[in-house]
């Protein structure tokens, strides 16, 4: 995956595990990486780690600035843009007949809705380009559906749907957009699972363990690679066979 070296890339919701891990793997493999978050000290951190990389803070449930980050964060990367990851999204976990408006609204216009007007103001910056790479991730759950995450699991599976109509509309200006779905990995959100309910969860994986963030980092270079450019609209589930497309 040699192509990498040198290739703008945006990672949202860089400071988290999963993306500590994407920012890792792409650094080292000489790509020009822009990470982007909500935690001032956790960027600066990236920064102190990965000399070299750029760092943008933007929190994207900001709807009405997400054109005006994109256009910066290319602006970072000398105006052109061959990738972007969105990693960003939030949980906001209630079940059905207690969760209100305010509750679904939020995650649907941060996860899904802000991730359109990204992939959206990414597009015009790649059809510049005459290509471009979109990675998507979304969740297992968005497949088998998840108590207490109604909000969250329509999210998921709305950018599924989205992506594939998106690839749809831009295959033929080279532009590859593909999902990439983990199951249940290592992060400090699993941390904070219960022993017990972790048991169950671990039940339900035939590899009979959590994933790694690593795991969902290398699936992300392959799809931002060349490797991956007659791949598009498509799926890549990270998730130990617990969910089986």
């Known amino acids: 995956m040699n192509d990498l070296k040198n290739k703008n890339i945006i990672v949202t919701g860089a400071t988290g595990g999963i993306g500590n891990s994407i920012i890792k793997k792409l650094y080292e493999l000489g790509a020009n990486v ?3 978050g909500t935690k001032v000290e956790k960027l600066d951190e990236l920064k102190k780690n990965f000399n070299n990389i750029k760092t943008l803070k933007f929190d994207i449930s900001q709807s ?15 105006g052109k843009l061959d990738c972007i990851i969105n990693n960003a999204g939030i ?11 305010n509750e679904w609204k939020r995650v649907i216009d941060i996860n899904l809705t802000s991730t359109f007007l990204i992939c959206k103001f990414a597009i015009k910056k790649m059809l510049k380009n005459k290509k471009g790479k979109i990675i998507n991730i979304t969740s297992v759950v968005g497949h088998t559906g998840n108590l207490g995450q109604s909000n969250y699991t329509a999210s998921k599976a709305g950018i599924v749907a989205m992506s594939k109509s ?8 080279n532009i590859n957009i593909n999902c990439i779905s983990p199951g249940f990995i290592k992060t400090a959100m699993t941390d904070k699972i219960d022993e017990k309910h972790k048991e169950s969860i671990i039940s339900k994986i035939p590899s009979a363990k ?8 290398n699936a992300v270079l392959f ?12 799926t890549v589930h990270v998730n130990g066979g617990m969910y089986m497309a």
Request: hydrophobic share 40%.
């Open 64 to 78: 009405d600035n997400i054109e005006s980050f994109i256009e910066n964060a290319s602006k970072e990367l000398d």
């Open 166 to 173: 998106l690839a749809i509309e831009y295959a033929k200006k």
């Open 210 to 217: 959590l994933g790694e963030p690593d795991d969902v980092a």
């Open 34 to 36: 822009l990470a982007s």
């Open 223 to 234: 799809l931002a690679s060349n490797l991956s450019d007659y791949i598009n609209g498509e």
């Open 91 to 101: 949980t906001q976990d209630n079940l059905a007949i207690r969760m209100n408006l």
